[in-house]
């Protein structure tokens, strides 16, 4: 049983450019989270995906962020025109419906450094 | 959980011995399920020990146990025969039965001195 994986796990990027990454949840679970991690805080959550459907977004997501998981698999999150504010880790978790409710499984994260 | 807070920045224990790490949380929610999380430097972020609200049994996994008061809203985490492994950050996080997005705490810093 692997655990959640995320590609790739740094990014260096000019102010202005887009990126993308990408996270494979745990074979099973079929729901999918995105949170993204400043320095010195927790976590916090961005969007969540049950299936391929998106079910909640945060006012964290602004519109240059988007996140799709196309067949409820893998899933991509795109930062478009990168500022220098979105220098952070973005974090990637995945659960069981049925399962320990509620328990998310994390990614090693991606780290954006936006120059 | 709507809030959660970690009021210790910084925690160090001995090695060997025991310390407990804070949480307190704000919920309008009866139903809801608290976490903590460990943060290896570097690493990812580990699942240490859960707690359903509605159980008044307190979680207790192997060296990690939990000091769960539901009243006074507090969910503080003992570690036991502290470990230079255990040296990391540690998250509380807290979500409601009708949503599924966990909110953290700012983490609190544990370093096990030899």
């Known amino acids: 049983d692997t655990g959640v994986s995320q590609d790739p796990r740094h990014k260096i990027t000019k102010r202005g450019q887009n990126v993308t990454f990408r996270c494979d949840p745990i074979?099973?679970?079929?729901?999918l989270y995105w949170y993204r991690q400043t320095l010195g805080q927790g976590p916090e959550f961005l969007t969540y995906?049950?299936?391929?459907?998106?079910?909640?977004k945060s006012r964290l997501l602004s519109d240059r962020f988007s996140a799709e998981r196309p067949k409820g698999s893998f899933s991509t999150l795109e930062i478009q025109r990168t500022e220098q504010g979105d220098s952070a880790m973005y974090l990637c978790?995945?659960?069981?419906?049925?399962?320990?409710?509620?328990?998310?499984?994390f990614g090693p994260g991606t780290r954006l450094l936006v120059l | 959980a709507q809030t959660v807070t970690q009021s210790q920045p910084e925690m160090s224990v001995q090695e060997a011995e025991t310390v407990t790490l804070s949480c307190t949380y704000d919920t309008s929610e009866s139903d809801y399920y608290l976490f903590w999380y460990k943060q290896p430097p570097s690493r990812q972020m580990i699942l240490v020990i859960r707690q359903e609200a509605y159980k008044q049994q307190n979680a207790t996994e192997n060296r990690f146990s939990v000091n769960f008061q539901k009243a006074a809203k507090s969910f503080s985490l003992k570690i036991s025969d502290s470990q230079l492994g255990d040296a990391a950050m540690y998250f509380c996080a807290g979500t409601g039965a009708g949503s599924y997005q966990l909110t953290f705490g700012k983490g609190t810093k544990l370093s096990v001195i030899p």
């Open positions: 074979s099973e679970h079929n729901r």
């Open positions: 995906f049950q299936n391929e459907a998106q079910l909640e």
């Open positions: 978790a995945s659960s069981l419906e049925g399962g320990l409710r509620e328990t998310q499984y």
